[in-house]
């Protein structure tokens, strides 16, 4: 970092979306997985993307241009795979580890399920989670990591190699089946970093200059003893290093001052990355005390978002770092990996040109970082700073972006507390009376199969090949076999199924204003899994009634009681690109009024069970604990929002797709809905017992009885057992009987079977209660 061009380009990048402009990757994989595509053809196509990102960095001027962030799965199921730290279960017999064995670990194979998953920080990105334990025999296992960097070095291009750190990947580590629970992951540092450095030493002799470690976990609220392996492990590969500019990159938070203190006095490393998009206060840090003579990667470009860059004010934030840190030790970069925005805005054919002068994807925001640096280096692209300035000023005064009204209506909620003026329990018998259901009611969570030809008709429809009129034909049908098969079944409380949603976030979306929707946004998920979100650019107000027509509709059909179905405010939030003009909170009561008219109109057409689904209230969450109150407060009252105006006789019901809310139980109850239906598929009973003795929850609650995510058909006795045991724990007239989430992805030869043991379980222990 010392040679003499970082005067001009100091430029970095901390990674890029490997999936590919138009998916490539994620169709490669799925080809080479389905068996109908070789080896070869897929590491071509990973090739080319590869090639193709590092030119794109290369001309475009980036100095750290990252390999290795590339990956065919993800990139901590890569790190197990270089530390060789393969389960045996998968029976690696040594070597370097190949598709087989990565694939296995990654998707399972004949014998045994794949690795667990979770989410990496608060992202919507996945990970497959390492299983270590004191038996774990490391050994350097996948040259993964040398051969990007090698590969891009024969294109003329010199990169810096990526690796996830030693202590992040502990940290994000899991004991091992069979190991005790509160085994110390930690203590298996020192084995680990003989590996890592065997691969520094390999990136050494193949021409590395640099070397960037990713330690986000010290962005987390870490206990003294953690903090001290981060000094303890760099301590240990100061002499494997020397010689290596070592940029020790950190993302998504704050860094909170006791690991600031750790990490700017890591030995061995020259540089230090922070993310200053969702870290503000790090700021203050470093213009507290940055050691002298380190370079600052200043993360100014938000990597988890698809808004351009205000390259006005991070210049204004870049010239004061420099007045700290001076000017040959700034290095511009973005704020994380560029791997949780989307890929390449020139792909986007249906955005008009000023909806498009306002965003900036991966590709566009590898040029902002560079034009940033070369304006740093008295290089200032004058037309590019103004085009984009003029591009700021459309956004902040365009009319599509701001609607007076909802401002204000969404002005008058902060500070202010919504909830029904009954508690749950009155309100519940209220309910009753009108409602007149059995004990142990039995529902199920909203979508039904979603066959090919549905899928037909609404592809059609949207691209106008069939008429409003057969559409709605063929929709009402869908709708009245599902309905006729509940009956069927004699499921007590219906729902219409969602034949017309093609996703719970989108199918909003598209009705409400304020959205707009990329044709190729696409950011990765897990594995070759993508997601398209929603772009969130405005006000958010409901021009009409959204699902009136077809809730009444479904209702009309049957003597039952028909639950609307709606995605609820935070759910709606969670999943979308968030505009970044206003805080998160206000975009969210915003989306809560337009729901609220939602919600009351469907009481106004007859609709007297209402559930509103937040599968991602969690999703949220701050990562510091210090945030968590804060965000859980406004999400909770956004909720409330929704159905604060309707009357006792109105049953509102809302489902979460997880179960790990122990920890925010009290947000859960402080939602006030009549009944929660929840995901408990692993049966967890201490969840149970928490609703109960907790807080005396006295709302309905229905715990998932069987797991909808696999094809397996539960036996009635199976079922009751479930329900038998739940009932050990909550009272008999609060608990429901239902799936743990929508059939959307099941097949009726599966649903059918598995509902009608479901009733089933529910009558016969309706004869016992
Ligand atoms: N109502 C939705 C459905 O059944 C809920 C889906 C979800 O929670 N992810 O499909
Ligand atoms: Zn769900």
């Not at 694939?103 to 996945?126: I, L, V």
């Not at 929707?517 to 009634?545: A, E, H, L, M």
């Amino acid at each position: 970092m010392a040679c003499p061009q970082s005067l001009t380009m100091a430029s970095h990048i901390v990674g890029y979306p490997r999936m590919g402009p138009k998916r490539e990757l994620k169709f490669a994989l799925e080809a080479f997985w389905d068996g109908k595509s070789s080896t070869d053809e897929l590491q071509k196509v990973a090739a080319d993307l590869r090639c193709s990102i590092w030119k794109q960095m290369s001309s475009a001027g980036i100095k750290y241009i990252p390999s290795n962030t590339f990956s065919y799965y993800d990139q901590v199921l890569d790190t197990t795979a270089m530390l060789g730290a393969v389960p045996p279960r998968y029976g690696w017999n040594g070597g370097e580890i190949g598709f087989d064995i990565y694939f296995s670990m990654a998707r399972g194979n004949a014998t045994c399920p794949a690795m667990e998953m979770t989410k990496w920080f608060d992202t919507n990105y996945h990970y497959i989670v390492p299983e270590l334990g004191p038996e774990v025999n490391f050994s350097y296992a996948s040259h993964k990591a040398v051969n990007e960097y090698k590969e891009a070095k024969a294109l003329g291009i010199d990169t810096i190699p990526v690796l996830i750190g030693p202590v992040t990947y502990l940290l994000l580590s899991k004991p091992a089946k069979g190991v005790d629970k509160t085994f110390n992951l930690l203590s298996l540092l020192d084995k680990i970093l003989s590996v890592y450095k065997e691969v520094i030493s390999e990136l050494k002799t193949a021409g590395a200059s640099s070397i960037q470690f990713d330690e986000p976990t010290l962005v987390l609220d870490l206990d003294s003893t953690k903090l001290q392996s981060f000094t303890k492990a760099y301590t240990h590969l100061e002499s494997s290093v020397s010689g290596l500019n070592v940029l020790i990159q950190t993302y998504f938070a704050d860094v909170p001052p006791e690991a600031f203190d750790v990490l700017t006095s890591l030995k061995g490393a020259t540089g230090f990355g922070f993310d200053l998009v969702r870290g503000t206060k790090t700021l203050d840090l470093i213009k507290g005390a940055f050691p002298k003579g380190k370079y600052l990667f200043a993360g100014v470009v938000d990597g988890r978002n698809i808004w351009a860059n205000d390259l006005a004010a991070s210049l204004g934030t870049l010239n004061d770092l420099e007045g700290i840190v001076g000017k040959d030790k700034l290095v511009v970069s973005t704020s994380c990996s560029l791997m949780h925005t989307a890929v390449n805005l020139v792909n986007e054919t249906k955005l008009d040109q000023e909806f498009k002068s306002w965003l900036a994807f991966a590709a566009q925001k590898v040029v902002e970082v560079n034009a940033l640096a070369k304006a740093l280096a008295g290089q200032k692209d004058e037309a590019f700073f103004s085009a984009n300035a003029a591009a700021q000023a459309s956004r902040k005064s365009s009319p599509r972006v701001t609607s007076q009204d909802v401002q204000k209506a969404a002005a008058a909620l902060e500070g202010s507390d919504h909830r029904r003026a009954t508690n749950v329990s009155a309100r519940l018998d209220a309910q009753q009376k009108k409602l007149n259901l059995p004990i142990l009611p039995t529902t199920t969570i909203g979508s039904f199969p979603q066959t090919i030809e549905l899928r037909r008709v609404r592809r059609e429809y949207k691209a106008k090949k069939i008429s409003e009129e057969e559409y709605v034909k063929a929709i009402k049908e869908e709708i009245n076999k599902v309905i006729k098969l509940q009956e069927e079944l004699d499921i007590d409380v219906l729902v219409h199924g969602e034949p017309e949603r093609n996703d719970m976030v989108e199918y909003f979306g598209e009705q409400l204003s304020g959205f707009a929707f990329t044709v190729n946004g696409w950011v990765q998920s897990y594995g070759s899994r993508c997601v398209k979100p929603p772009i969130i650019f405005g006000d958010v107000s409901r021009p009409k009634p959204m699902t009136v027509f077809w809730s009444s509709t479904a209702q009309s059909m049957t003597s039952r009681p028909m639950k609307g179905m709606l995605t609820g405010p935070v759910t709606i939030l969670n999943w979308s690109f968030v505009r970044n003009d206003q805080p998160r909170f206000e975009t969210c009561y915003q989306i809560a009024l337009a729901i609220k008219d939602e919600v009351e109109d469907l009481e106004k057409a007859g609709i007297n069970v209402i559930q509103i689904d937040e599968a991602a209230l969690r999703e949220g969450l701050p990562l510091r604990k210090s945030e968590q109150a804060f965000y859980l407060e406004w999400a909770v009252h956004s909720f409330r929002i929704t159905n604060v105006g309707v009357q006792d006789t109105t049953q509102i019901h809302t489902h979460m797709c997880y179960s790990h809310f122990n920890d925010i139980i009290h947000s859960i109850i402080d939602m006030d809905a009549d009944v929660i239906t929840i995901e408990n598929s692993r049966s967890d009973k201490k969840l149970l017992s928490v609703f109960r003795e907790g807080v005396k929850y006295g709302a309905g609650i229905g715990p998932g009885v069987y797991d909808i995510h696999s094809p397996r058909i539960p036996s009635t006795e199976e079922i009751a057992d479930r329900v038998e045991e739940m009932l050990t724990v909550l009272e008999k007239n609060i608990l429901w009987v239902n799936p743990d989430c929508g059939l959307k992805t099941r097949k009726y030869p599966e649903v059918k079977p598995a509902l009608s043991n479901m009733v089933a379980a529910a009558k016969v222990l309706r004869t016992k209660l």
